[in-house]
C-alpha cells in the first residue's frame, strides 16, 4: 500500500562504521505514511551511529574518588572493553530513532520494521 516501503542501502552506501554492511528493511506502516517517510533516512542514521558506538552506554560518572595517593585514581586506570550485542545494539537504534520522531512530531502514525543487516564472510564471495 501507499503506506508501505522497502529500503536497500548496498554496502558501502550508509556511512556504517563496516563498509562492509549492507542494510535492507521492510516497513510497514500505520496511520499515513509520515513514520514511513521519516524512518526511510532516520533509522539508517541510528543504526550506523549504534554499530559504530565504542562504549557500553556508561558516561563514567559513576567513579568515586580515590583519597589514597598510593593508588592512581579510577579515571587513570583502565576498565575493561565491554562488547555490546548487536541485539542491544539495535534495540539502542530503534529506541534512539522512536525518541527522534517524537522530537520532530511524528506521533499520528507509526510502522512496524523489519530489518537486516548482511556481512559478507570473511575472505569469500559469500554471504
Known amino acids: 500500500t ?8 548496498p554496502a558501502g552506501t550508509w556511512n556504517a562504521p563496516d563498509p562492509s554492511l549492507t542494510y535492507l528493511t ?26 559504530g ?7 563514567g560518572d559513576n567513579h568515586t574518588s580515590n583519597n589514597n595517593p598510593q593508588q592512581p585514581s579510577p579515571q587513570h586506570q583502565s576498565s575493561p572493553k565491554v562488547v555490546v550485542s548487536m541485539e542491544t545494539r539495535l534495540e539502542r537504534a530503534f529506541l534512539m530513532t522512536d525518541v527522534h520522531a517524537r522530537q ?11 530489518l537486516c543487516l548482511i ?6 564471495n559469500s554471504v
Open 104 to 114: 520532530v512530531g511524528i506521533t499520528a502514525s507509526g510502522a512496524t520494521v523489519a
Open 53 to 59: 558506538n565504542d562504549h557500553d552506554g556508561n558516561d
Open 2 to 9: 501507499m503506506e508501505d516501503r522497502h529500503t536497500v542501502h
Open 26 to 51: 521492510i516497513y510497514d506502516g500505520h496511520g499515513g505514511r509520515d513514520m514511513v517517510d521519516f524512518l526511510e533516512h532516520a533509522l539508517p542514521y541510528h543504526v550506523a551511529q549504534e554499530l
Open 119 to 124: 556481512k559478507p564472510l570473511p575472505d569469500t
